[in-house]
């Protein structure tokens, strides 16, 4: 009997913790908090729903607004009805203002939907700009600030309910973007120059005097490093400036024929810049150029071709004489086959990469255990289970007690 109780304790310890286990792998837990892209203070306005329009929509008791049953009148065809409700104006007191949080509870039933657009705008009254659909995370910058809910809901259902709603702001500094060019290499000329800012009046320096911003458009910048400053201001008066360096490098063409062997040009596509190719296997004697009888220049072999060039040494035949050295033979010429310099390279420094037990098998296990939820769920059960089987052992070990308290069971561990 007190076996069985203590196979029954130890069940429900292993039941507990595999639940918290699952919960704590598959919760999502969300939480509104601060943007980093702001700077200076978050402040956080709550909507009363006293300066708003209802329209289809009401305030019902608690500050929650519902659809309005009664625009259903005497229809008795109606299936579902709407309505919406368009918000106050929020004041962010300044023009630098970023609002990038709309916080809000809502009870939604069965085939019912709430649906919430926002715009911000530059005047106390927002009119001239339009409303758009609200996805995601708010981000937007404006002075002020006002969003509209459109509601839906079945005849026979529950309305759907948004109460709570509440908006936040920080102050930023006035932004530019730069988003091209960037701090980058670019091998053609043309340039595109694309800035982005919420004010009108944006000039920029194009090397010798400052030139307005009006869109984006393509410029023409000459090989070398350059710098791009930028410059905004706003209707108050407000600057900021921001800056990218970038180069432009721009390969010059090549042409055979201009008395340079450079480029992709080898002795095979070009003879008359490069030379003739020399074949691999044709190693010539040792060649002597005499200036005078008994003064000149000998050379050794050529050596193998290494990177497409063979190269000779050339010393003056009598030591005692020094020809002249406009005389010198050539001491290096292109040539085809033979190795690169990478190849030897690898061959001399490329080493099979060792890797011990525990590395094959901890990158074979881990890798796509770890990678997927599944596989990670079934590893945190599985040290659940080994240490449940351990915390019995234990028990066994230490031969627990069991007290009884009237009809129910408790136990305790000493």
Same mark, same amino acid.
């Given at each position: 009997?007190?076996?069985?109780?203590?196979?029954?304790?130890?069940?429900?310890?292993?039941?507990?913790?595999?639940?918290?286990?699952?919960?704590?792998?598959?919760?999502?837990?969300?939480?509104?908090?601060?943007?980093?892209?702001?700077?200076?203070?978050?402040?956080?306005?709550?909507?009363? %729903?006293?300066?708003?329009?209802?329209?289809?929509?009401?305030?019902?008791?608690?500050?929650?607004?519902?659809?309005?049953?009664?625009?259903?009148?005497?229809?008795?065809?109606?299936?579902?009805?709407?309505?919406?409700?368009?918000?106050?104006?929020?004041?962010?007191?300044?023009?630098?203002?970023?609002?990038?949080?709309?916080? @809000?509870?809502?009870?939604?039933?069965?085939?019912?939907?709430?649906?919430?657009?926002?715009?911000?705008?530059?005047?106390?009254?927002?009119?001239?700009?339009?409303?758009?659909?609200?996805?995601?995370?708010?981000?937007?910058?404006?002075?002020?600030?006002?969003?509209?809910?459109?509601?839906?809901?079945?005849?026979?259902?529950?309305?759907?309910?948004?109460?709570?709603?509440?908006?936040? @702001?920080?102050?930023?500094?006035?932004?530019?973007?730069?988003?091209?060019?960037?701090?980058?290499?670019?091998?053609?000329?043309?340039?595109?120059?694309?800035?982005?800012?919420?004010?009108?009046?944006?000039?920029?320096?194009?090397?010798?005097?400052?030139?307005?911003?009006?869109? /984006?458009?393509?410029?023409? %910048?000459?090989?070398? /490093?350059?710098?791009?400053?930028?410059?905004?201001?706003?209707?108050?008066?407000?600057?900021?400036?921001?800056?990218?360096? %970038?180069?432009?490098?721009?390969?010059?063409?090549?042409?055979?024929?201009?008395?340079?062997?450079?480029?992709?040009?080898?002795?095979?596509?070009?003879?008359?810049?490069?030379?003739?190719?020399?074949?691999?296997?044709?190693?010539?004697?040792?060649?002597?150029?005499?200036?005078?009888?008994?003064?000149?220049?000998?050379?050794?072999?050529?050596?193998?071709?290494?990177?497409?060039?063979?190269?000779?040494?050339?010393?003056?035949?009598?030591?005692?004489?020094?020809?002249?050295?406009?005389?010198?033979?050539?001491?290096?010429?292109?040539?085809?086959?033979?190795?690169?310099?990478?190849?030897?390279?690898?061959?001399?420094?490329?080493?099979?990469?060792?890797?011990?037990?525990?590395?094959?098998?901890?990158? /074979?296990?881990?890798?796509?255990?770890?990678?997927?939820?599944?596989?990670?769920?079934?590893?945190?059960?599985?040290?659940?289970?080994?240490?449940?089987?351990?915390?019995?052992?234990?028990?066994?070990?230490?031969?627990?007690?069991?007290? %009884?308290?009237?009809?129910?069971?408790?136990?305790?561990?000493?």
């Amino acid at each position: 009997m007190e076996k069985k109780s203590v196979n029954r304790g130890l069940m429900f310890l292993l039941i507990f913790l595999v639940v918290v286990g699952v919960f704590l792998l598959y919760s999502r837990l969300t939480f509104t908090g601060y943007v980093t892209n702001v700077i200076g203070p978050t402040s956080t306005l709550s909507e009363s %729903f006293t300066t708003g329009v209802f329209d289809g929509t009401q305030l019902s008791e608690g500050g929650v607004i519902v659809l309005n049953r009664s625009i259903l009148g005497n229809e008795t065809n109606l299936t579902s009805y709407s309505g919406n409700y368009t918000s106050g104006i929020f004041d962010g007191k300044q023009n630098a203002i970023r609002w990038h949080s709309f916080v @809000y509870k809502e009870n939604i039933s069965e085939n019912s939907t709430i649906n919430f657009y926002f715009k911000t705008c530059d005047d106390s009254n927002c009119e001239g700009e339009e409303f758009e659909a609200l996805t995601g995370n708010l981000s937007a910058i404006g002075r002020f600030f006002q969003y509209r809910v459109e509601m839906q809901g079945l005849v026979t259902g529950e309305s759907p309910k948004i109460y709570d709603v509440n908006v936040s @702001y920080s102050p930023f500094s006035l932004p530019i973007i730069i988003e091209s060019p960037q701090a980058t290499t670019y091998t053609n000329a043309s340039v595109l120059v694309n800035i982005s800012s919420n004010v009108s009046s944006i000039w920029f320096y194009n090397g010798t005097a400052n030139e307005t911003y009006i869109g /984006a458009f393509y410029r023409t %910048f000459a090989n070398g /490093a350059h710098v791009l400053t930028v410059w905004a201001r706003d209707s108050e008066g407000n600057e900021n400036s921001t800056s990218v360096s %970038f180069t432009v490098s721009v390969p010059q063409p090549v042409s055979c024929g201009d008395g340079s062997c450079n480029g992709n040009e080898t002795c095979s596509s070009c003879a008359t810049d490069c030379g003739q190719c020399q074949q691999q296997n044709e190693t010539p004697e040792t060649e002597t150029t005499t200036q005078e009888e008994g003064c000149g220049w000998i050379c050794g072999n050529w050596s193998e071709c290494v990177d497409g060039v063979q190269t000779r040494i050339c010393n003056p035949a009598n030591p005692e004489c020094v020809p002249p050295e406009e005389e010198r033979p050539s001491e290096s010429q292109p040539c085809e086959g033979g190795v690169t310099t990478s190849a030897i390279e690898e061959t001399e420094t490329t080493e099979p990469t060792k890797k011990g037990f525990f590395s094959f098998v901890g990158s /074979a296990i881990v890798g796509p255990i770890f990678k997927s939820k599944i596989g990670l769920t079934f590893v945190i059960l599985l040290v659940l289970v080994i240490g449940g089987l351990l915390v019995y052992k234990f028990l066994l070990k230490d031969k627990l007690k069991l007290k %009884f308290f009237g009809k129910k069971k408790f136990l305790f561990f000493h």
